[in-house]
């Protein structure tokens, strides 16, 4: 602790020269810190970020860190010298998924250029779009330029798993008086299979997040007797009701204008089913194919799907007890109670108890401020002309939920585009472009320039 607070003082005391960051660099440094939750590395990668500010020209003293539960927060403010806006915010996450080696073609915590594409757990979730956050204040820095409104950086330390930290972060932010949130985990843009950019997505509202624990409990007794009822093996029949049930089809107008306009831009069979749905949400055919793509189906119902099972005390015994977890994302307008009902009717088993896990809070979606499209507009257009930002929904949960849940306007504005054949966030091999790397810095040069110059 000692030790500790000597470093910080002593980086708050160097003077501040002004110094562009190599953001590739910091992309693969940040990614060899294995963030993940339990390991205790989410603090060393706040403190890496810390001394990449710092060395770029930032005051110490203008960044905090909070380690709380094992994990971090990071905070940081670019004070402007005479504001003449409310301050905004810009956030992003620090923790990344676990990632076990063995199954890895490359050590997932050692960031592998090759072919085309920097490799890595945390790469593209969401290490890409925070490294480029950073490089780009060091670089505007460099430039001389200075903000007429209060920039505040947030990274939160467990957004990948029960976001009580993020929660936290949120209610500080509030009360920072901040206008909206830019938030670099939402939103970004598609390529086809040419590389030629297809789409933008402004994340405008998300689906909520909630885990269940479904559990049956039985007597049990000596596996040489074997009885009627199994936990196991009931259990394991209402894992496969529950996903093999498709959720009632939900549209509203954000996510009817980003099929419409996704659409719009392929020709092909998805474009074509996107083109339709917007124009008639009951149409089978064009469900049956939203549904049967991994990157659509999220947008058109709530999704629930077993996740995760675990059962029995002994080899040689009956069960006792089997939980099944369920990873439910919730569409706007639904309450966690209903899907919850839902589940136990799917389930067919009386004896199904539940208890909630991870619950984020259910938000409306943000308003659409002129503002915010235009400079996101400016930056897309930059990236590719003719291409419209069209606002959207992501179908995972972020950290905007907390912050839309205490009234502050949150939008998804990666400056990351990608091919969905090369997005593996939370998979193996996880992966993103190293041409990606220049049009993300000007991406979020243009917007930071709109807003607060």
Same mark, same amino acid.
């Given at each position: 602790?000692?030790? @500790?607070?000597?470093?910080?003082?002593?980086?708050? =005391?160097?003077? !501040? &020269? /002004?110094? %562009?960051?190599?953001?590739?660099?910091? +992309?693969?440094?940040?990614?060899?810190?294995?963030?993940?939750?339990?390991?205790?590395?989410?603090?060393?990668?706040?403190?890496?970020?810390?001394?990449?500010?710092?060395?770029?020209?930032?005051?110490?003293?203008?960044?905090?860190?909070?380690?709380?539960?094992? @994990?971090?927060?990071?905070?940081?403010?670019?004070? =402007?010298?005479? !504001? &003449? /806006?409310? %301050?905004?915010?810009?956030?992003?996450? +620090?923790?990344?998924?676990?990632?076990?080696?063995?199954?890895?073609?490359?050590?997932?915590?050692?960031?592998?250029?090759?072919?085309?594409?920097?490799?890595?757990?945390?790469?593209?979730?969401?290490?890409?779009?925070?490294?480029?956050?950073?490089?780009?204040?060091?670089?505007?820095?460099?430039?001389?330029?200075?903000?007429?409104?209060?920039?505040?950086?947030?990274?939160?330390?467990?957004?990948?798993?029960?976001?009580?930290?993020?929660?936290?972060?949120?209610?500080?932010?509030?009360?920072?008086?901040?206008?909206?949130?830019?938030?670099?985990?939402?939103?970004?843009?598609?390529?086809?299979?040419?590389?030629?950019?297809?789409?933008?997505?402004?994340?405008?509202?998300?689906?909520?997040?909630?885990?269940?624990?479904?559990?049956?409990?039985?007597?049990?007794?000596?596996?040489?007797?074997?009885?009627?009822?199994?936990?196991?093996?009931?259990?394991?029949?209402?894992?496969?009701?529950?996903?093999?049930?498709?959720?009632?089809?939900?549209?509203?107008?954000?996510?009817?204008?980003?099929?419409?306009?996704?659409?719009?831009?392929?020709?092909?069979?998805?474009?074509?089913?996107?083109?339709?749905?917007?124009?008639?949400?009951?149409?089978?055919?064009?469900?049956?194919?939203?549904?049967?793509?991994?990157?659509?189906?999220?947008?058109?119902?709530?999704?629930?799907?077993?996740?995760?099972?675990?059962?029995?005390?002994?080899?040689?015994?009956?069960?006792?007890?089997?939980?099944?977890?369920?990873?439910?994302?919730?569409?706007?307008?639904?309450?966690?109670?209903?899907?919850?009902?839902?589940?136990?009717?799917?389930?067919?088993?009386?004896?199904?108890?539940?208890?909630?896990?991870?619950?984020?809070?259910?938000?409306?979606?943000?308003?659409?401020?002129?503002?915010?499209?235009?400079?996101?507009?400016?930056?897309?257009?930059?990236?590719?002309?003719?291409?419209?930002?069209?606002?959207?929904?992501?179908?995972?949960?972020?950290?905007?939920?907390?912050?839309?849940?205490?009234?502050?306007?949150?939008?998804?504005?990666?400056?990351?585009?990608?091919?969905?054949?090369?997005?593996?966030?939370?998979?193996?091999?996880?992966?993103?472009?190293?041409?990606?790397?220049?049009?993300?810095?000007?991406?979020?040069?243009?917007?930071?320039?709109?807003?607060?110059?």
């Amino acid at each position: 602790m000692i030790r @500790t607070l000597a470093l910080a003082l002593m980086l708050a =005391a160097l003077p !501040a &020269t /002004a110094a %562009p960051i190599d953001a590739k660099r910091l +992309l693969m440094d940040s990614v060899a810190i294995a963030s993940v939750k339990g390991r205790g590395q989410t603090p060393a990668l706040a403190r890496f970020y810390r001394d990449a500010l710092v060395q770029a020209g930032f005051n110490a003293r203008d960044i905090q860190i909070d380690e709380l539960a094992g @994990t971090a927060n990071f905070h940081f403010v670019w004070r =402007a010298g005479k !504001a &003449t /806006a409310k %301050p905004m915010a810009l956030t992003g996450h +620090l923790d990344v998924v676990e990632a076990n080696p063995a199954d890895w073609e490359r050590p997932p915590f050692t960031a592998v250029a090759e072919n085309g594409y920097i490799f890595g757990r945390g790469v593209q979730d969401n290490k890409f779009d925070v490294a480029m956050m950073i490089a780009t204040l060091a670089q505007l820095k460099a430039s001389g330029w200075t903000p007429t409104r209060d920039i505040h950086l947030f990274l939160s330390g467990d957004e990948e798993t029960d976001g009580t930290a993020s929660a936290a972060q949120a209610r500080q932010a509030a009360g920072f008086g901040i206008e909206y949130m830019l938030n670099s985990d939402g939103g970004g843009g598609g390529l086809d299979a040419s590389g030629k950019p297809i789409f933008y997505k402004l994340q405008a509202a998300e689906k909520s997040y909630a885990d269940f624990l479904m559990t049956i409990t039985d007597p049990g007794g000596h596996s040489s007797a074997p009885t009627a009822s199994n936990a196991i093996a009931r259990i394991g029949l209402v894992a496969a009701r529950i996903a093999g049930h498709r959720w009632p089809v939900q549209v509203n107008e954000i996510t009817r204008a980003a099929l419409a306009e996704a659409g719009r831009q392929r020709k092909d069979a998805l474009g074509d089913a996107m083109r339709r749905f917007a124009a008639n949400p009951d149409d089978a055919d064009a469900v049956a194919t939203l549904r049967a793509n991994p990157g659509t189906v999220g947008q058109i119902a709530t999704t629930c799907v077993p996740t995760m099972i675990s059962g029995g005390h002994a080899p040689n015994a009956l069960p006792q007890r089997a939980t099944l977890t369920v990873n439910c994302r919730i569409f706007p307008g639904t309450s966690v109670a209903a899907v919850q009902a839902e589940l136990a009717r799917i389930a067919e088993d009386p004896g199904v108890t539940f208890a909630t896990g991870t619950d984020w809070p259910v938000t409306p979606a943000s308003p659409l401020r002129p503002d915010v499209t235009a400079a996101v507009q400016a930056a897309v257009s930059a990236r590719a002309s003719g291409l419209k930002a069209t606002p959207g929904m992501d179908a995972g949960a972020t950290d905007s939920v907390f912050w839309r849940a205490l009234g502050i306007p949150s939008y998804g504005v990666s400056g990351l585009f990608m091919r969905a054949e090369d997005s593996f966030a939370h998979g193996l091999n996880e992966r993103v472009p190293e041409s990606a790397i220049a049009p993300a810095l000007r991406h979020w040069d243009i917007i930071l320039r709109q807003l607060a110059g």
